[in-house]
């Protein structure tokens, strides 16, 4: 009967040593995926930075423009007048 026991016992402890093998290869997994995803981010985050400094120096130099064109021209009261008018 003890044998049983025993044989049970051992049994059990190889189950649960397999599901928290099984664990870890989900949570290395896991970790790559999130890995990968923040290279995937950053680099998307680079991409957008370079877009961003584009469109603020082609903000930038229409802003020259329309101030060369009109000299009472700025920026901000336009904006506001806009605002207000909405």
Known sequence: MLLYVLIGLCLSLAGVAGLQLMYMFYLDRLDKERKKRLHDLEIECRRLSSRLIEAESEIKL?????????????????????????
């Not at 802003?63 to 000299?71: A, F, T």
């Not at 009472?72 to 904006?79: S, T």
């Open 62 to 86: 229409k802003n020259d423009l329309l101030s060369v064109v009109d000299p009472e021209f700025e920026d901000e009261e336009a904006w506001a007048d806009l605002i207000d008018e909405r």
